[in-house]
């Protein structure tokens, strides 16, 4: 009975000691999150802990042409993607969340997203896979063709990183994952910097023709920008509502093709081969730019309704430098020689959220003893419980 008594009794105080130290990390992650900033402006919300339920709403616009290709010379694709609506929610605590959204209808989308989103600065890493683009290819030399959803696939990767310069006022945080409270109006600079990889796959025989071989395109760009910001918050932060824009100048840009072509040998057999080769930009340096909306009701402590929209576009132009099939030489460099051949692509694309959120936390209030922890250090979380 004695050993039964302290086998329970220690088993409690493992729990008791373990609560602690969850409310010491949940103090000093509060502490820390509202160290350096006004808080007559900003605030946290009362539960730490957040998941959402979201529907996002996007489309996609792909304008591609080729310049004295091979076969087909100046073949011009216009494509769009269906408006895709996903159904997907995430799960976070404080400046921490993971989302995830898949499309219902028949599941030509997806996408998986983490962020980590501090008041002053944030990163975003964002994967996004698309098979619903369709339209028309045309050419000069062939009639204006269909091209049906599944015959193209992009993926998308994306990282993204801003910085705040009036972060001890304005929360970005606040109108896109609701994980700061914006309690007055306020704007600031936003510095924004981004890597994007994007391929683009044709698994169409037509397609492949009309772009001389080219199977894959795969483009690489970085970018940075400065822009403006500001939150618009009635009813003593009941409501906000937010938009921002910025110039985006992209300075790194890059290629890369994956062509079926061939080569015809002296013996006049023809050699079947794919190659890749990076292409360079015609113009390496472009200025393009990025929007954001969104609105937020506070319903309660608990739950939270809010909408947000952005707007974003790529372009890549070549220099005279695409595959072109050469017919009397086995020397593959020499395949290459397609100096009046170039291609041209911009994409465009927007997409729109409405997010339905509930809060909550883990651990019981205690306000009776919040004052223990105001002085917290990062150390105090390793200290030994007594």
Known sequence: MCISSYAQTDSLSRKQRAAEWFYKVEAYLKKSALSKVDTNYLGLPEHGWGVSLNTNIGQSYMHTTGKNFDILGNPDMRLRSAINARLGGSIGYQTLRISFSYDLNKGYSSQLRFNIMQNAWGIDVHWH?????????SSPLIETTDINKGNILT????????????????????????????RRSAGSAIIHAKF???????????????????????????????????????????????????P??????????????????????????????????????????????????????????????????????????IIKPIETSANIDEMWRGEQASLKMNNISWNATITFGVRFGLLKKR?????????ITFWDLFKKQK
Do not use: C
């Open 248 to 321: 985006v100048l992209v300075f790194i840009n890059r290629g890369l093709i994956t062509a079926d072509t061939y080569i015809m040998l002296k013996d006049s057999s023809i050699h079947y081969i794919e190659v890749q080769r990076e292409i360079k930009p015609r113009v390496p340096v472009y200025v393009t730019g990025t929007a954001r909306l969104a609105a937020v009701y506070y319903i309660n402590q608990r739950f939270v309704l809010a909408f947000n929209a952005n707007f974003n576009n790529i372009r890549f132009s070549s220099d005279n430098n």
């Open 129 to 137: 896979n698309n098979s619903s683009l369709h339209g028309i290819i």
């Open 196 to 246: 994007t990889n994007t391929e683009t796959t044709y698994d169409n025989l037509l397609i492949e023709i009309a772009n001389a071989g080219i199977k894959q395109i795969k483009l690489y760009q970085a970018s940075i920008g400065i822009g403006y910001g500001y939150n618009y918050t009635p009813n003593n932060g009941k409501f906000l509502f937010h938009i921002s824009a910025a």
């Open 367 to 375: 306000p009776q003893e919040d004052w223990k922890y105001g002085n």
């Open 155 to 182: 993926n998308d990767f994306a990282l993204t990183t801003y910085y705040v310069f009036n972060y001890r006022r304005f929360s970005l945080p606040a109108a896109i994952t609701q994980s700061y409270i914006q």
